[in-house]
């Protein structure tokens, strides 16, 4: 399961991949459970976290959404490199059956202001996270679309992963708590100001608040034409809000009550004259 002690304890390194197929499994999240260190994979679901500065008994939690995450604690980390392979859930997903004409519904910051939150270099903010409070009365609904506004993408592309979460008390967030049961990537591009993602192919009906978030997972650019970072900010609306951030995947997010909050919003329909059922 891995060649000799070679990193004492300093790095964590190795694969992560489907344990029936061997496929491997894009942007896995590694993190130290409650702490700001980790990281993800690679798009081949390789990865290298450093964790010199974690506790000899702290968790590392190995995780990808549709499967069962897998933990180990840092002092029976004795290998250079592991080969991670993660189980499967079945999944049940609902199908929803529509009948007649459907009113769209937008919840969300629907209106980009000239002000923006976003990330620095590439490689210290491949994990990182942004997200937002969307609160409605119109429950239950069906989520058909995610609009997000970038102020500015200077990369070539940028991938990104989308999380719905439900709106816990006192506006906390937990990322444990998905609503999707995939995941679900999507890209932008340089120059690009909206960027739209079809969901309603995953059938997805929210019956509470909830949190809609981006990770940023990857990037690329042809050529490294300047010594400086290459901008990645998404616009913020003229609505006061919860901003939600988090720097790896296993610490707690940031929760900040700000004026201005990302231009991000949903397209929505009720169920109307719809039927939902389990697969």
Request: charge should be positive; aromatic fraction near 12%.
């Amino acid at each position: 399961m891995g060649l000799p002690i070679g990193v004492f304890g300093q790095a964590f390194t190795g694969r992560i991949s489907d344990s029936q197929n061997a496929t491997p499994l894009p942007y896995a999240s590694i993190g130290i459970k409650g702490k700001s260190i980790g990281g993800i994979a690679d798009s081949e679901g390789y990865f290298h976290i450093n964790i010199a500065n974690a506790a000899v008994t702290d968790t590392i939690v190995v995780s990808y959404l549709g499967y069962h995450s897998k933990t180990f604690v840092k002092r029976d980390v004795m290998q250079s490199q592991y080969e991670i392979k993660l189980d499967p859930y079945a999944l049940q997903l609902n199908e929803v059956v529509a009948r007649g004409k459907r009113e769209v519904i937008v919840i969300g910051n629907k209106n980009p202001s000239a002000r923006y939150t976003g990330w620095g270099d590439y490689n210290s903010s491949r994990g990182r996270l942004r997200g937002v409070a969307v609160e409605t009365n119109e429950t239950p609904l069906k989520l058909g679309k995610f609009k997000m506004h970038l102020e500015a993408c200077e990369f070539d592309s940028v991938r990104f992963r989308l999380h719905v979460l439900p709106l816990g008390e006192n506006y906390s967030g937990d990322l444990k708590a998905e609503l999707l049961k995939e995941n679900v990537f999507f890209n932008a591009y340089k120059g690009q100001r909206w960027v739209d993602v079809d969901l309603s192919k995953y059938n997805l009906v929210i019956h509470q608040n909830i949190i809609v978030a981006v990770e940023w997972v990857d990037a690329w650019v042809k050529s490294e034409e300047r010594n400086e970072s290459y901008q990645l900010t998404i616009s913020t609306s003229r609505k006061e809000g919860f901003l939600y951030s988090r720097k790896t995947p296993e610490e707690t997010f940031s929760v900040l009550r700000l004026k201005y909050t990302p231009t991000m919003y949903l397209e929505t329909y009720k169920l109307g004259n719809q039927k939902v059922s389990d697969e």
